[in-house]
């Protein structure tokens, strides 16, 4: 495969689309799209997001403590794009992108109520990184939607739908099909050279 290099710089797919929401000191609830999101630890349950320094959201983070990470659908890629691109200094993103709140379980900051899979998570510590601050946050509690469910409890991801943002083209994108079910596919190989 022949390959041209790009130096240094933030292209790299998929990255998850999720929507940041926080609480300021003033109660009043702010939305952030970011696609620097991730599970990083299993023990302790463990999720990072990384903020500019100037963002509300940091802000509201360092003062509650408290963070929601919830992943977008792809039939909200319009209005993530919008919370992403506007700050709630200034607007209040929530009301104008016709979104909706439901209580959390365990914090004080509430999930975005349109995410069928909402993170909850209490700081940890940060990790300065220039502008911007590594934050990471103990998971406290996971919402899955229901309808995601079958009747035995197996998850079906299609009712995720989960859109994903390809950075440093600037595009969302759905996901496809399944193409291998992870940590047992790979045996073929493992068991081919044994």
């Known amino acids: 495969m022949q390959k041209r290099t790009l130096g240094p710089c933030v292209t790299f797919f998929p990255q998850p689309t999720t929507i940041i929401s926080s609480v300021a000191d003033d109660g009043q609830v702010n939305l952030m799209t970011a696609s620097w999101a991730g599970i990083v630890s299993k023990t302790p349950p463990t999720m990072a997001v990384s903020l500019n320094v100037g963002r509300k959201t940091y802000e509201n983070i360092l003062q509650s403590g408290e963070f929601v990470v919830n992943m977008v659908p ?45 993170v909850e998570c209490r700081l940890l510590r940060e990790v300065e990184l220039g502008d911007y601050r590594l934050l990471l946050g103990e998971i406290v509690e996971i919402h899955a939607a229901d309808s995601a469910f079958s009747a035995s409890g197996e998850i079906d991801p299609r009712a995720f739908d989960p859109l994903v943002y390809l950075g440093g083209i600037r595009q969302y994108w759905n996901l496809g099909e399944k193409c291998a079910d992870a940590y047992k596919d790979g045996l073929q190989i493992a068991d081919k050279n044994s």
């Open 74 to 118: 792809a039939c909200l890629a319009v209005e993530a794009d919008y919370c992403g691109i506007r700050s709630g200094r200034n607007e209040n993103k929530l009301e104008r992108a016709g979104l909706s709140l439901e209580p959390a379980a365990e914090i004080g900051v509430p999930l975005l109520a349109e995410s069928p899979l909402n």
